[in-house]
């Protein structure tokens, strides 16, 4: 047990607490609240606080206990059943210490940036930024309670710190967030000899912030403030005031500073649509570019008001830059399969593989998709992972063919003479149609489900409020799409299935598609392009695994940050914790123990003495 001071409506309390453990989880219990410090006496007070002496010793049997766990861990040939990272003994900083020095080796480059690039002298960023990750990677908790519980940890580097330095750390953070991660994949690279990634998954979300307020609207009301406070130190009434701001001089004044501050980009913290459904909270969005064993390269934040369209064409510039990566597929889901992205990395000389959706074909495309001529089924003797892949409900692999492809489509610039303009953007690539009988049955489940929706709504005479829209909406036709007219409200009550458009999809039940292009120099048979172009594809819910670590395992969201700089700051602790995660989950995978990300922390893991040397050396 302990003292704990906590801070609470501008007040200071002490209470007594202990750590119990519960499924596995540390848990902090409070004993007794012993008041609060500005109503106690001196002498009291100074009694309460000569408490810590027990905490020392709650220390010193940590040190002791982990002493024994590694010497345990180094000599055992038996799994030692313990926490990986050990919370409740307190010594996880040390064994993450380890992935953070040797395979990261990011003490050197921190204290590189700081020395050279800073002016800071009060504390070692180093030191700070580390302790926030490890404790991101252990337990998520807030940055205040990080800072308030450092004293429980063995490895404790935060030292004598303030709290005011651990949002400066942030800042640092972002400030340097291209070159920490440039570094950060490069000695991973070298340290476990990755080579360079032939697959770099692409992917966007948002995540929303716990504040009221989003960028603008802040930057207006504090405009306003600003200036209300300059007037009244000129002498101005509250009348004068008021008149002012509501005049159009200031209307004037407040526009040119929001167009200036757009122009900054400090409107990040924005409204718009989540992927989580949180409309009403601000958002902020991220993009994510990962090689093929799912180690972050790359990451941007963007406004949450904006499209994700745009970031790809920035991600793909960013890697050449950074890694001078010339040979590799950007891979990407359909929502980002547009011609000016793909031409885009053409031009970069980069290949891309993309979903494309069959549903969305011109006739001629839908016939050359339907026709028997051409398929051919993979040599699953060559590729084991193909084999597991594509191995179908009737024990044979599934078909597939190559065609050409051309995708098109227009764009509007603006040319010298501020005049709108279009330009036709065209994209020759290939495509590849894939048909899987396990796939048929599946989707034609899913038409059978959506059939039978679409004719409760007839049965019913249900009121189509939007006749044209998706899932079993679009498998309906009202009165007025009979009778070719629009009139009366009544004209959209459900009446009949639309038999064509079932027919269609029926038509199409168990195909699929890929858009892809190979990088420039590449040689690559049909075959081997069909495994990469499948394998890439269904590696891409590796991302959506990492955006699912850091929103959920290292709590990425919900933000309650206002400033930009640490709200990119806290993605950074957040991208850094996961590429910890990553490295001992691959070095876990070389020794046959497959663990998940969320469970790292936590689960049992058997460690053995014979086990790989990158694990052995921890």
């Known amino acids: 047990m302990y003292i704990k001071r906590t801070k609470s409506k501008g007040h200071e309390y002490l209470y007594l607490v202990e750590e119990v453990y519960a499924q596995g989880r540390k848990q902090i219990k409070t004993v007794k609240a012993l008041g609060r410090v500005d109503q106690m006496s001196p002498e009291q007070l100074q009694s309460l606080l000569d408490q810590p002496l027990d ?3 709650l220390q010193m049997s940590k040190m002791a206990q982990a002493a024994e766990f590694v010497t345990h861990m180094q000599q055992s040939q038996e799994p030692l059943e313990q926490s990986l990272f050990g919370l409740h003994l307190g010594y996880g900083h040390l064994i993450a210490w380890q992935v953070w020095s040797r395979y990261l080796n990011l003490p050197y480059q921190l204290d590189y940036l700081q020395k050279n690039y800073t002016d800071i002298t009060a504390y070692k960023a180093s030191n700070i930024v580390f302790s926030l990750v490890a404790s991101k ?18 490895a404790n580097r935060m030292g004598n710190s303030e709290l005011r330095y651990v949002y400066d750390a942030l800042g640092f953070l972002s400030r340097f967030k291209d070159r920490i991660m440039e570094s950060v994949y490069r000695n991973l690279s070298k340290s476990m000899e990755l080579g360079k990634p032939l697959l770099l998954f692409f992917d966007c979300t948002n995540f929303y912030f716990e504040v009221t307020y989003d960028s603008r609207e802040e930057f207006i009301m504090d405009f306003r403030n600003d200036r209300t406070l300059q007037l009244m130190n000129e002498g101005k009434g509250p009348e004068e005031i008021t008149s002012f701001l509501n005049s159009p001089d200031f209307s004037a004044e407040l526009q040119a500073a929001i167009h200036r501050a757009e122009e900054q980009g400090l409107f990040v913290r924005m409204r718009g649509p989540s992927k989580e459904g949180r409309y009403a909270q601000p958002l902020m969005g991220m993009s994510l570019v990962i090689d093929e064993h799912g180690f972050p390269l790359d990451f941007e934040v963007f406004p949450g008001n904006e499209s994700e369209y745009g970031y790809l064409p920035k991600a793909v510039q960013s890697i050449k830059d950074k890694y001078h990566i010339t040979q590799a597929y950007y891979v990407a889901d359909r929502g980002l399969n547009s011609s000016a992205n793909l031409d885009f990395i053409r031009q ?6 993309v979903a494309q959706k069959v549903s969305q074909q011109t006739k001629a495309q839908r016939s050359e998709m339907l026709s028997d001529e051409g398929w051919k089924t993979l040599d699953l003797s060559k590729d084991l992972w193909a084999a597991s892949l594509v191995q179908d409900v009737d024990g044979c692999s ?3 063919k190559i065609c050409d492809y051309q995708k098109q489509s227009f764009v509007h610039y603006t040319d010298a003479d501020g005049q709108t303009k279009r330009r036709k953007i065209v994209v020759d690539c290939k495509i590849i149609y894939t048909f899987s009988k396990k796939r048929k049955r599946r989707d034609e489940l899913v038409i059978e489900t959506l059939t039978a929706k679409a004719q409760e709504a007839i049965d019913a005479g249900r009121l189509m409020s939007n006749p044209n829209g998706s899932g079993w909406r679009s498998l309906v036709l009202t009165e007025a799409e009979q009778a070719g007219a629009k009139k009366d409200k009544d004209m ?6 639309n038999k064509a458009k079932i027919d269609k999809l029926k038509e199409i039940a168990g195909y699929a598609a890929l858009v892809f292009l190979p990088p ?21 819910v ?28 806290h993605c950074m602790v957040c991208m850094l914790s996961l590429t910890m995660l990553k490295t001992i989950q691959y070095n876990l995978r070389q020794i046959g123990e497959d663990v998940s990300l969320g469970k790292i922390p936590t689960c049992a893991v058997g460690c053995h003495n014979q086990a790989a040397q990158p694990m052995s050396a921890w």
């Open 55 to 57: 905490q020392r010793k």
């Open 137 to 154: 990677m252990m337990q998520p908790a807030s940055y205040l309670s990080t800072f308030d519980n450092r004293l429980t940890l063995i």
């Open 348 to 353: 970069n000389k980069m290949g891309f593989i």
């Open 398 to 400: 599934y078909r597939y």
């Open 492 to 497: 959209y009550r459900a009446c009949s299935l």
């Open 520 to 540: 420039a120099g590449l040689e690559n048979t049909e075959e081997s392009m069909a495994i990469t172009a499948q394998k890439g594809y269904k590696h891409l």
């Open 542 to 569: 590796s991302i959506e695994a990492n955006f699912r670590a850091m929103k959920s395992d290292l709590q990425l969201r919900p933000v309650f940050l206002k400033r930009t700089d640490r709200t990119i700051g």
